[in-house]
């Protein structure tokens, strides 16, 4: 093994509380069968025993997550997915719990062994362990985004109920009353429920299902967001363990490979900013022939005249031209909320302008060798001077009405 793994497992909030998650099993099963030993508890003793069903539980949930993270040339990806295939397991592990629990419940026989009332004291004090455990590990298994250490968790509550049925059959005894069967049969009902949702779960990332809707439109947002990008064509993702792998095909509004390729880097930052556990996110991205082009123009007054101050221009025309019916197809009027600001007025404007994905910017005044001719021209929009004295003879000299 080497150090940097261990370096790297010793620092993981996941591998810890799945450290601590055995050593938990390992003392409640020692407890009980002290108890068992004690007292001559059946039950106790045969709780002990399902225990033990949770020892090798966790024993895999850490060689899960231990091996997950490796990257080989064999597995490039990494080995992920045997955290959702350890969940799986511990769902198949409360399957066969809610199997003991019923078949008790049915079948099983009362003991006669005299309990005193030490023991009653003693099972309840180990009752909550499991549900305060279970909850702070399932707590941390949804912040770090494990589904071994969450189902994992969910087994610890599970165990909750599993507990009240030996504390339930060593009351009744004590008291007279057999009141275990039924809690039993309830109990192993809510086990089956809490397996299989655990279950599904495991399984749609094995088969590889999509991520949920939710997460996916915040990566197309996040994309669209970028002023590079003219459309986004297609986002697909799918889950991996704990991780998220993005697939996107976008068109950009830039033709330079170059630009093309530092907006494909930034794209990425944005998304895993957005959405947390990103593993990896491969981008497609092509040219998009043109079908629309849409001119940001500057204007000093709503008559529609032309401003020769980029910055300080009070309000904006968005024109939508139709490339391929050659005409105007809408237009827009945005007030600059930015004009009155007395420095660095003209970056703000243009980022503005960007989140309205112009293809051209026209103005009074050249751009060209100032920040906001810098910023437009990064995104890939052409910025134009003007001699026209309003927006109509703008429009008219594209030879579109």
Request: aromatic share 8%; net charge negative.
């Amino acid at each position: 093994m080497q150090v940097a793994a261990d370096a790297k497992y010793g620092r993981d909030p996941v591998f810890r509380v799945a450290i601590l998650s055995l050593l938990v099993n390992l003392s409640l099963v020692g407890i009980k069968l002290a108890l068992s030993s004690l007292s001559g508890s059946l039950a106790l003793r045969a709780d002990a025993v399902h225990s033990m069903v949770d020892v090798f539980g966790s024993t895999a949930l850490i060689l899960g997550i231990f091996i997950s993270g490796r990257k080989s040339k064999s597995f490039p990806y990494g080995l992920y997915k045997v955290e959702n295939l350890v969940a799986v397991i511990i769902s198949l592990l409360l399957f066969l719990t809610a199997y003991e629990i019923a078949r008790e419940a049915a079948v099983g026989a009362t003991s006669g062994v005299p309990y005193s009332g030490w023991v009653l004291v003693a099972v309840a004090a180990i009752v909550p362990i499991p549900f305060l455990f279970g909850t702070y590990e399932m707590k941390v298994g949804e912040r770090y985004s494990s589904p071994s250490l969450a189902a994992d968790g969910r087994q610890f509550r599970a165990d909750v109920l599993t507990e009240l049925v030996v504390f339930a059959a060593v009351a009744g005894q004590f008291f007279g009353l057999p009141l275990d069967r039924i809690a039993a049969a309830i109990i192993a009902v809510l086990i089956i429920k809490a397996g299989w949702e655990i279950l599904v779960s495991g399984m749609r990332v094995l088969l590889d299902a999509s991520i949920d809707p939710a997460t996916l439109k915040k990566i197309e947002e996040a994309i669209e967001a970028n002023p590079e990008v003219s459309a986004v064509e297609e986002v697909t993702g799918r889950n991996s363990g704990r991780y998220l792998f993005v697939e996107a095909k976008v068109a950009f509004r830039v033709t330079d490979l170059a630009r093309a390729h530092q907006a494909s880097q930034r794209i990425e930052r944005d998304i895993r900013e957005a959405v947390p556990n990103v593993d990896r996110v491969l981008i497609h991205y092509e040219p998009r022939p043109r079908t629309h082009l849409r001119y940001a123009v500057a204007l000093a007054d709503l008559e529609g005249k032309i401003s020769s101050h980029f910055g300080e221009s009070p309000y904006f025309a968005l024109v939508d031209f139709n490339l391929k019916e050659e005409r105007v197809e809408g237009q827009t009027i945005l007030a600059n909320p930015y004009k009155d600001m007395e420095k660095g007025k003209g970056l703000k404007v243009s980022g503005f302008l960007l989140s309205h994905k112009p293809d051209v910017v026209v103005a009074g005044e050249s751009l060209e060798g100032k920040g906001p001719g810098y910023a437009l021209a990064e995104a890939g929009v052409e910025t134009v001077r003007t001699e026209a004295g309003n927006l109509r003879e703008v429009v008219e000299g594209m030879g579109w009405e």
